[in-house]
């Protein structure tokens, strides 16, 4: 009975240790651990599979899905990092960071969330279904669908759904852009562009993961982070070819040195800079040496001041905004310009840049502009208002 007794004691010790880590497992302990650094090497496969070009590499890991829309993108890195893993039996889906950077162009990786579908093959290895952005996160180019590369002297085309020849066309406007951004504003910034053209204003609205109706009629965004430091991924020029193709030869050339500017003045653009002064600046680049007078670049402001309505102060970056109004979102960037275009006037080309260097030294709005006002121009808020609306008079009215 006592060894008995003795046997019987061990028995339940194993039963109970075996339920403890049937438990753990079930509970998302060790055995998900587990689980999860086995997606993690099966995506670090894949990430190689992808920097070799390596098709049957890539099948291995899971579904072709966009493999083969990337071959013209030169890529310099790209790799995976799972964040989270939720399993259920023999499939799982996990959430990953997968961070890429294109080749001479990003100083540091372009970062986006990823949600990955995976399931247990018959070899009772990881594979993946299926691999989309994340809730809110937006698209890449691929997929969109196979990527066509176009490298001018300045810039780098990527393009879905375009020709090689009209990709061309828009490395040759950004090409004659960059050098025109430096004359005004200095050689101190990459000197070299991205430009994304998806197939329609769909595509742009997926690459910006926001909804299209917000950017209808918008020609352009640049996407960045402002006050970027010197290491960051190159800002990308995003293009509605709907909303831009409708525009003559002048329009696209001013849309795309506009876009430029904002590239090469990012890294003195922060939380302190107004849109009056950021877009007003870019406009001002791109009408530089274009040759046209205000009131042919600022039309609806100049019907309303010709009108006698002069506006009463700046623009606000509500004013900015893309779904309000058609007009008031014009006269908004024509406002700003025009602010801009009289510092060049009556401070010099150099002032100008120097006042928008000085706003941008700051982190928080509150003070900047009237401290930049002080030291650069010797005026007040208030005394370049009534100069601002003044000059909208002389040169609009």
Known sequence: MAGRGRASGRGVVALCLALLLALVGCGGGPATDSAKAEVQRVLDRRATAVLDRDRAAFVR????????????????????????????????????????????????????ARVLDLSLDAGGQWYVDAERPARKASQQLWEQGEVIAVRGEHSLVLGVGQSSEAL????????????????????????????????????????????????????????????????????????NPEAYGVLGALGKQVVLTHETTHVATRADTTPAT??????????????????????????????????????????????????????????????????????????????LGEFYRAVGTRQTRAGAVEDAMRRVLDTTPEEFTVRWRDYLRAELG
């Open 168 to 239: 061309h066309s828009y490395a040759d406007l950004a090409d004659h852009a960059v050098p025109a951004v430096s004359d005004a504003w200095g050689t101190h910034w990459s000197r070299h562009v991205v430009v994304l053209v998806p197939k329609s204003l769909a595509g742009m609205a997926g690459l910006l993961g926001s909804p299209a109706s917000g950017y209808r009629g918008i020609a352009a965004v640049t996407t960045g982070e402002t006050g970027a430091p010197a290491r960051a991924p190159a800002d990308r020029i995003i293009v």
């Open 274 to 351: 107004p849109l009056w002064l950021s877009e007003g600046y870019a406009d001002w680049v791109g009408y530089r040496d274009s040759g046209r007078t205000p009131a042919q670049a600022a039309p609806e402001l100049s019907e309303s001041v010709s009108g006698g309505e002069v506006p009463n102060a700046l623009p606000s970056d509500r004013d900015f905004g893309f779904s309000g109004a058609a007009t008031g979102l014009a006269q908004a960037y024509e406002g700003g310009w025009m602010a801009c275009r009289m510092i060049a006037d009556q401070w010099g080309e150099a002032r």
């Open 61 to 112: 890991t899971g579904a072709l899905s966009w493999f083969g829309n990337l071959g013209a993108v030169p890529l310099a890195a790209w790799s995976y990092r799972v964040t989270a893993l939720h399993r259920t039996a023999d499939t799982a889906t996990a959430t990953a960071e997968l961070s890429y950077r294109v080749q001479g162009y990003d100083r540091a990786p372009v970062t986006v």
